[in-house]
């Protein structure tokens, strides 16, 4: 199973970005997934989750209410729409699989897939 993100980039602050992250060797719908991120000198960090068929959600508090996480199987693709971006949103976003379809654990060592990161950086 590999996966590909795509979509970050330069923004300004209360921008909007969409990540994508798009799994081949395997069928998306057998897995649960998430994104984290990775700030320079910050250990990775929970983002958002969301169950194989998208019923369910966790976002993290730091981003609640203007993060959204959904998938579209059937694409074999999963989103992370970002709103009002903040400076402190800057950093390295990767997309990782759970073999458990029901899982939202922000635990990263609980996946087992991850996805190369896409960087995103939002100015002040």
């Known amino acids: 199973v590999q996966l590909q993100a795509s979509g970050g980039g330069l923004v300004q602050a209360g921008g909007s970005l969409r990540l994508s992250c798009v799994i081949s060797?395997?069928?998306?719908?057998?897995?649960?997934m998430g994104w984290f991120r990775q700030a320079p000198g910050k250990e990775r960090e929970f983002v958002a989750a969301?169950?194989?068929?998208?019923?369910?959600?966790s976002v993290a508090d730091s981003a609640k209410g203007r993060f959204s996480i959904s998938r579209d199987n059937a694409r074999d693709t999963v989103y992370l729409q970002m709103n009002s971006l903040k400076p402190e949103d800057t950093a390295v976003y990767s997309c990782?699989?759970?073999?458990?379809?029901?899982?939202?654990?922000?635990?990263?060592?609980?996946?087992?897939?991850w996805g190369q990161g896409t960087q995103v950086t939002v100015s002040s």
């Open positions: 060797g395997g069928s998306l719908s057998s897995y649960a």
């Open positions: 990782a699989a759970h073999r458990h379809p029901y899982s939202r654990s922000e635990t990263p060592s609980d996946c087992d897939y």
């Open positions: 969301i169950v194989w068929s998208g019923t369910m959600t």
